[in-house]
């Protein structure tokens, strides 16, 4: 009976005078697709972590094992795009809501393609926001790794939204169809741009609409759903 008191006594004074050193939070997440090419965009999902001392108030993402986290997120997923092939080093940080942090790091490897594709939107209102009547801009970057031939960049814009080519790298535009075409050679190493203006009828009702396109070639064959920014929201 005496060793159970002192045992008693000893664990409350532990408790009282001692440190009680709280679990750190687990740090997990996987990525989809497992092998993903430059112009394929890899949606990176951390809803695998856990704390066990309250929830996760922050998701922090180093994608290129530079010690810096470019996106910080209260949100576990996002996508990302990798410029460059190779093997690409990923680390996630967690931290929950007692400040406990952990962290846990995975590489991916990423394909080459032909060409690297890129659309940027620029909107009159942050973030890609337009009010109906007026207009926005459209850049689509394109960067040869090999010789191409016979180059077609196709735009999918909202029935009746007009588009007027601002710059097209000395490609052939054809406006009705949102089409441009190179007869020339695309050499490796060289880099094309489409610059072009989308006006929103007046009266467009307010809601989001996506910008679907593709950039092929014939020699070598290939058909690219162009990643990047793909949405407006009409206001």
Do not use: C
Not at 122 to 136: D, E, K, L, Y
Not at 161 to 170: A, G, I, L, N, T
């Amino acid at each position: 009976m005496k060793r159970v008191l002192w045992a008693i006594l000893v664990g409350f004074s532990w408790l009282v005078g001692g440190t009680f050193t709280q679990a750190a939070p687990q740090a997990d997440f996987s990525f989809s697709p497992e092998n993903p090419d430059i112009n394929t965009e890899v949606i990176f999902d951390a809803g695998l972590s856990r704390s066990s001392e309250g929830r996760i108030l922050r998701y922090e993402w180093d994608f290129d094992a530079d010690g810096q986290f470019e996106e910080s997120l209260e949100s576990p997923s996002l996508s990302h795009l990798f410029d460059e092939s190779g093997s690409w080093t990923i680390t996630l940080r967690v931290r929950d809501e007692r400040g406990q942090q952990a962290t846990i790091t995975k590489a991916i490897s990423v394909r080459s393609a032909a060409v690297r594709v890129r659309r940027q939107i620029t909107a009159p209102i942050f973030p890609n926001r337009v009010p109906a009547g007026s207009a926005f801009q459209v850049t689509v970057m394109i960067k040869a790794f090999q010789a191409i031939n016979g180059l077609g960049l196709d735009e999918d814009l909202p029935e009746g939204w007009r588009v007027s080519s601002v710059e097209s790298s000395r490609a052939v535009f054809k406006g009705s169809e949102a089409q441009w075409l190179w007869f020339q050679t695309i050499n490796p190493g060289e880099t094309v741009k489409v610059i072009y203006n989308v006006t929103v009828p007046a009266g467009t009702p307010a809601g989001a609409f996506k910008i679907k396109g593709i950039v092929s070639s014939f020699s070598p064959r290939f058909e690219i759903s162009i990643p990047g920014d793909r949405e407006v929201q009409v206001i």
